[in-house]
């Protein structure tokens, strides 16, 4: 029998052209210049094709977080202790962190899911699918095993059809974990042939000596990983909801590496996706030039959570409110243009 | 007695750099690493700065969007007609425009204001604060006579207040009026020195023909004019919120040259303004560049009515709420930065 995994897979099919050309049609004929504004009118044909209709609107737009915890956090590469996921797990689920705040005022529910946190006790509030108190540190070997990989990336799906079949048409995905820029570096690397040095970033704020630390940190698992797939947590949340043709809005540095590994399995996943911001991290930018996405949002952000995804909710709800609600210069009685 | 746009000039103080003080102190202990949220934590600061307290909420967002004819639409500057200033007028009031379902989409209020709409028809749902059934053609001589500029300034302010008194913390400017691209591109290029050649855009979607028509236009119109101010229709709601220590987001292009107006009558109106865009607009990012202001967001618009500051009342919001909800890290419990 084929696994979750290879289904979600082989679901997924490019979005729907006809309606995306339909959709041009509507946004030319709207009362305003043509193409006048600008990336919203993308934004608004992107989502009608994806989700095969041109009355498609944005339903309970929903922020999936991810947490797991790193090995390689021993590598002082973070300014943080890790005893910090599990506090920041709890302060999201209360509705006081970065994240909670952004999605609330989004209109935005919010999933705090454990995949793989260091800790036994108790979250209230927290998705509990936790593979493994932590990953393995990766600068020594793979940080999972094959199976711990399997089972972190079916959750990954689990949850994206779950928040779909709560109502959801947009998704968002987040991370958290002390040290996640690490290992999220070391995926950009390994897929995109972009030299450590180049991608590397001070995540929460480290100082030269940890920066050092952290590049040789991703040079070593690279070495040691060589040719394996490093962490994707949130990797299949992207599959999983394009594979139900509901597009997802990734975050920053962290989601971007992981959306990064989700093309490469799987191209034609890229209609789904929208990239929400160009993060202030390393050679995010670059990342995401590479694989042809053009952020978003332009504002510094550096905070992961699904903060920038939150952020971007407003947008795409913004293109395709354009696209169901303005009137066409027929509809409103108004001049066309003269050339 | 001194006249309304007298005592609101003298009313206009900077902001409260105590209280910009004491929000930074804020965002730096709330649960995320130091400056991580980016441009969002510099408009928590300045909003807060400009209210005068940590605690001021963004409270009923408004978008005042000032319409005009222009007499220089007679000289082929433009894709459409005059009439659609009228059709549009309508069209927004009614609810079909671009700035309308954005500021729906903000959870805005909207006012459609007639400062000099060519029609004695009346308009349903548009504000009549008609000061001339459209200006003059500013390349024969002046716009309007320096009584009617008073008067529409006026007009701007009084919308300000107006606003203000129904319960409004941040307003948004918006414009409206066939060939108004024109005389701001003059406004850019006498405030500024920027030559007409590089301010100049295609607005609407000009031909060659039509642009070589428009910077002539525009030309004319400096050296006619030498010295004088023209048409700034709504520099003054700019100005009337700025008295009022409300802050105001400006649109793009055309709301751009009434803020570079109402900033070289006074220069400490800068702190209670938002720039929401970089307009695809001819030369708007060099002359925002040229008053130091980096707009919120790069999408490519170029519609005008108030969409960009309707779609940045949300980023303020954000911003905003980041400060007033988001947990520091001894009210989560979290542990602070190693290094």
């Known amino acids: 029998m084929e696994s979750l995994f290879e289904r979600t897979l082989a679901a997924i099919k490019p979005s729907d052209k006809e309606v995306e050309k339909a959709a041009w049609k509507r946004l030319d004929n709207l009362t305003k210049p043509r193409g006048s504004l600008g990336r919203l009118e993308e934004l608004a044909a992107q989502y009608a094709a994806a989700r095969g209709s041109l009355k498609a609107a944005v ?23 890790q005893a910090v996921t599990v506090q920041m797990a709890a302060n999201i689920a209360a509705g006081g962190a970065g994240v909670s705040v952004l999605a609330r005022h989004a209109g935005a529910s919010l999933r705090m899911v454990d995949v793989g946190i260091a800790t036994d006790a108790p979250m209230p509030g927290v998705v509990n699918r936790k593979v493994a108190k932590g990953s393995a540190d990766f600068t020594l070997g793979p940080a999972m095993t094959q199976e711990q990989c399997r089972q972190a990336l079916e959750a990954g799906i689990e949850e994206a059809q779950d928040a779909i079949a709560a109502g959801s048409t947009l998704l968002g995905t987040g991370d958290l974990g002390i040290a996640n820029t690490t290992p ?12 450590p040095e180049e991608i590397v970033g001070r995540g929460t704020g480290i100082d030269d000596a940890r920066m050092k630390s952290k590049v040789e940190a991703v040079r070593c698992a690279l070495a040691v ?23 997802i809005v990734i975050d920053g540095f962290i989601s971007g590496a992981a959306a990064v590994a989700a093309l490469k399995l799987k191209p034609e996943a890229m209609d789904y996706c929208f990239f929400s911001h160009a993060s202030a991290e390393g050679g995010h930018k670059k990342a995401m030039n590479a694989i042809g996405a053009c952020p978003l949002l332009g504002l510094g952000l550096r905070l992961g959570e699904g903060t920038g995804a939150a952020l971007a909710f407003n947008l795409v709800q913004a293109g395709n409110k354009i696209l169901l609600e303005m009137a066409s210069f027929d509809e409103a009685g108004v001049s066309g243009s003269e050339v």
């Open 225 to 247: 990983n060589a040719g394996a797939l490093n962490d994707p947590f949130d990797t299949l949340a992207a599959l999983g909801a394009a594979a139900k043709r509901v597009p």
């Open 59 to 81: 339903e309970k737009p929903c922020v999936l977080v991810f947490g797991a915890d790193h090995g390689v956090a021993v590598q002082n590469v973070s300014a943080f202790p």
């Open 184 to 195: 999220s570096a070391a995926l950009y690397s390994a897929y995109l042939g972009i030299d």
